[in-house]
């Protein structure tokens, strides 16, 4: 039996796997049991920032397993401390939650506004069409896509979603009673889609008038991949709230809610928390990704090569446009959306070494790790282009 079979023999039938077996990765380069070189251009969703087997993170992550890999958090635990400041000094937030993954992240931030919207008469919790919180029930009712909701329901009340980047049902959405707004900046799953300028300025001006909370989910835009620390600050706005995770756990399990001390201090000890959130090795892996994206300079990199990447895909949307509909994306968070479903692309793509993903059906996404460079770039786009061309 091959692992395809073994896997489907033992495994629930969640996930639709690529017909690959991947023996080992280095760096930005995945090789397969058959010795198969891949260029791994989605890093596993974006989390391997700093791409496979990155020495720093391996070596951090060693030396932390050594010393202890889980306390509980009835413990004062330095790595998760040192974490924790550096993702203040990075964010300009000044307190921080830990958490496993993005769903659990957004649970967490549901549960901040609820609490804080308690004393003040608000409940109700706003998401957006097409976005994407995660796969938990608090996730799911905050977002709308028939594909992740159906049949789960019943859902958290007072949540719902509005049209993303509509003004007009925005503002009839929000009122004296709205808890929180939450918001991916630049949807990912959804198909790499910015948030307009103007829709930013009107949830501004309805902050302002209502007083609610605004949560920025930085899953998977946070930690420089659009080429700035978080994906909101291409815009002139400043959440209440943070959700991250993917990136910072250099591989591991690790989430983490940022917010302002007087917002942190809703939750009082023991209201919430989690057996492995904040985990030692994970934070330690942690360290290792954001001390190296500072060192190298990786985050003015992803606005650089992302530049290029970006340049590269809207060449070939002007040389193709009855196939490419929009280009998308900042830095190193890249979509290409088609006249068609991208699946075929993909597996092209992959044929001729290169690994990407499709989202929202037809879009083509790029997600790169940080440490990719310009040939990297030259390559996915010219087989691209040869892809596109023959189609
Ligand atoms: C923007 C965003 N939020 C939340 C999540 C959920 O994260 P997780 O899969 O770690 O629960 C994801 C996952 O893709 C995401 O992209």
């Known amino acids: 039996m091959d692992l395809q079979d073994r896997e489907a023999a033992v495994l629930f039938h969640t996930y639709k796997r690529l017909p690959l077996e991947i023996e080992r990765g280095e760096g930005v380069t995945l090789i397969a049991r058959d010795g198969t070189r891949y ?159 103007e829709f930013v300025r009107t949830l501004g001006d309805l902050q302002r008038k209502f007083g609610f909370l605004l949560v920025a989910d930085e899953v998977q835009s946070g930690a420089g991949r659009t080429g700035k620390f978080f994906g909101f600050q291409h815009y002139d706005v400043h959440p209440d709230l943070v959700t991250m995770a993917k990136p910072i756990g250099g591989g591991l399990p690790l989430a983490a809610i940022l917010a302002s001390r007087e917002i942190a201090s809703v939750l009082e000890p023991g209201m919430h928390g989690t057996t492995f959130g904040g985990n030692p090795v994970a934070c330690a892996a942690g360290i290792a990704v954001l001390e190296e994206i500072e060192e190298k300079g990786l985050i003015a990199h992803a606005a650089l090569v992302g530049g290029l990447l970006l340049d590269g895909l809207r060449e070939i949307a002007r040389d193709f446009p009855k196939v490419v509909r929009e280009v998308r994306g900042f830095g190193l968070m890249a979509g290409m959306e088609l006249d068609r479903p991208g699946e075929e692309i993909v597996g092209a793509m992959r044929e001729s070494g290169i690994l990407i993903n499709c989202t929202d059906t037809t879009v083509l996404r790029f997600l790169p790790p940080l440490i990719i460079t310009d040939a990297h770039v030259r390559k996915t786009v010219a087989a691209l282009r040869t892809i596109i061309a023959g189609l």
């Open 39 to 197: 260029l791994d251009m989605f890093s596993g969703l974006a989390v391997n920032a700093l791409g496979e087997g990155h020495p720093r993170v391996v070596a951090a992550i060693a030396a932390q397993a050594a010393r202890y890999t889980h306390l509980s958090n009835y413990f004062l635990q330095e790595p998760q401390v040192r974490m924790a400041e550096i993702l203040v000094k990075h964010s300009g937030y000044s307190r921080v939650f830990f958490a496993n993954t993005g769903s659990e992240a957004t649970e967490g931030v549901i549960k901040i506004a609820r609490k804080w919207g308690a004393t003040r008469g608000k409940a109700g919790i706003i998401g957006f069409s097409n976005s994407f919180h995660g796969r938990t029930m608090g996730a799911l009712s905050v977002m709308d896509r028939p594909r992740y909701r159906d049949g789960f329901g019943p859902f958290l009340e007072n949540c719902r979603t509005v049209p993303f980047n509509e003004l007009a049902p925005l503002t009839a959405a929000v009122n004296d009673r709205t808890a929180a707004v939450l918001l991916e900046f630049i949807q990912g799953e959804g198909g790499v889609r910015p948030v307009s300028e």
